[in-house]
């Protein structure tokens, strides 16, 4: 996977993401739901102050947004040199690097322009909810995962001595 695939890629996540957040936001009032798939998986809008698990929410707004967004511009600028270390081969690699890029741009685009984060992905069962998520969020979770599928391939490869 090229530099260039994996930019237009990016920029596929981050349009997504952005489409349906403000899909969300301009037509739903905050705390308004609607059941997919009843006792088991909403469409529920919501801001997140904070980070994963609405960590750090109760930071003054400075503090909390200025944290977030160096945050994420360090992390996308770690993530970036990684893509262009890793091997144009290692497609697994490559894909799992620019979700988590897209995602991470995504939610960076949100803490800069509202200070916070729109979810709407809101997964439950009966009283037990996971916190609400959104597009960004799955592509970061999903290109984690990958990575550490990738990371246990290279172990398992080093370990055998190939």
Known sequence: MSVRVSALLALLIIALDQYTKSLISS???IGESHPIVPEIF???YVRNRGGAFGLMADLPEAWRVAFFVIFAIATVSALLWM????PRGDV???F?????IGGAAGNLYDRVRYGEVVDFLDVYYRDWHWPAFNVADSF???????LLIGSLRHSRDVDRGT
């Open 27 to 29: 037509s739903w009032r």
């Open 140 to 146: 970061i979770s999903c290109g984690v995962v990958l």
């Open 42 to 44: 909403s469409l529920t």
């Open 83 to 86: 893509l262009r270390s890793t």
């Open 96 to 100: 799992a690097l620019t979700a988590v």
């Open 92 to 94: 697994l690699q490559r």
